[in-house]
């Protein structure tokens, strides 16, 4: 996959090496992203034998929670089967690439845990080595006095940031955040280096996992208005228009077998409550729920400003909830049986606390914050990328996997390594924050709780 980035000539930089796919910052890049797999491994083995979380269950049954029962129930059953280990009519809000991507792995690995794993193991290696590009590209685009080596810093840096960032166990999970961002990463490389097709191409694919697909197309859409094109870039330009294409392929799947062309949206709506809702009250609600009665006590409830959603069966006992009960997380779970001990029917699923929605609101800020920042540099594209992003997310009922969110935004990280490059205490004191944040939200992620 690497090697296809040079044949579609959209990795091309300053290779001291030539006639080698990869250079010194590929292989940084590759050797910093191995070393951080191997972090994590340690962190899961810890899980597995010294916690009680982690004690009775298989390594791999660590890898297997939340969404992860939903991609293999779409890549085992697909759709329409009515069968799998979370199968409900919400399960259309899953986009079908990764699925995709899944089941032809397994055709080649039995196990669907492991090859949940492998495909985004070698994903998430084309995407950092995309990242390194791209960073470096960029740093010397906004530094073209700057030696060379300052750039390969400031790509080494940035795939440190990616990889310390606090959700970054779902890079190594059975999860879409590598795969989406081993297209569109290298899709938005060739965009900035005007190479249209190849961008259309890769963000087409990339807009087959995610929504954030379409964002990405936009961003790319305005990099195209504004760089000022020539005819021959005009005669490429109907390229761009491939992410439409392929979001609709599967819009018009989903007419065909429901009779609704938005039931991804439907199902978002429905299943997680992703519905437009004022800012202001959009923060209100995350802070009641953050900050609210107190932990264990939010798996079946809410928090609306001004009342209070009640699940089935009202609350038993110590203000836990009993009955079915909808976990109110975007692509947690299918409805599932909560007691008076927290049990539940469907393995992977565990309980929800405090902690990991506290992370939502300081990633919300995050958000709004790098929003400011790319309108205040007036890097339009880019603020159109992040823009769709974050204005999706803040919007909601509630915040919801904003954490994971931001592993996708790369002008972030692009952005820190560019300011952190030459700032050596700056860069050891985030890493030493946000690493340790990492693998505390591993930790909880291993143990079957919500992690963002």
Partial sequence: MIASLDRLGIGRHRNPCPGRWLGPTDLAALGIWLASRAVLLIVSLYSRYFTASGSSSSWLGLWQHWDWYRYLTVAEYGYTSGKGPAFDPDITAFFPGFPLVLRAVHVVVPDWATAGLLVSLVAGAVAVVALARLAQFEYQARHPEADPDSGAAAARTS?????????????????????????????????????????????????????????????????????????????????????????????????????????????????????????????????????????????????IRGRARMPPGGLGGRGRPVGPVRLPRPGSAPPVTVGPGG??????????????????????????????????????????????SVFGLVTSTAYMSIPREMLLWWPLWIGLAIW????????????????????????LFFSGQWAG
């Fill in 420 to 443: 952190l490059a030459r700032r050596r205490w700056a860069r050891a004191a985030y890493i030493a924050v946000s690493g340790s944040l990492m693998i505390g939200v591993a930790l």
């Fill in 159 to 303: 795939v440190l940031m990616l990889v310390c960032a606090p959700a970054a166990v779902f890079l190594a999970a059975g999860y879409t955040e590598s795969l989406f961002l081993a297209f569109a990463i290298p899709g938005w490389l060739a965009a900035r280096r005007g190479r249209w097709v190849s961008a259309g191409v890769l963000i087409a694919l990339a807009s087959t996992i995610r929504i954030n697909g379409l964002f990405a197309a936009a961003g790319v859409f305005v990099m195209f208005l504004t760089s000022r094109p020539r005819i021959r870039d005009w005669s490429r330009s109907p390229a761009l228009v491939l992410p439409l294409a392929a979001a609709g392929g599967y819009m018009a799947y989903l007419k065909d077998v429901t009779g609704d062309w938005l039931a991804w949206l439907h199902a978002e709506q429905r299943g997680w409550q992703r519905t437009l809702t004022n800012p202001v009250t959009a923060w209100r609600n995350s802070w009641d729920i953050a900050f609210g009665p107190g932990p264990g006590q939010l798996a079946g409830r809410i928090f």
């Fill in 343 to 388: 049990r539940h029917g469907l393995a992977g699923i565990g309980p929800l606390d405090q902690w990991e929605f506290k992370l939502e609101l300081l990633a919300a800020l995050v958000g709004v914050a790098l929003v400011g920042w790319l309108a205040w540099r007036r890097r339009w594209a880019e603020l159109v990328y992040v823009g769709l």
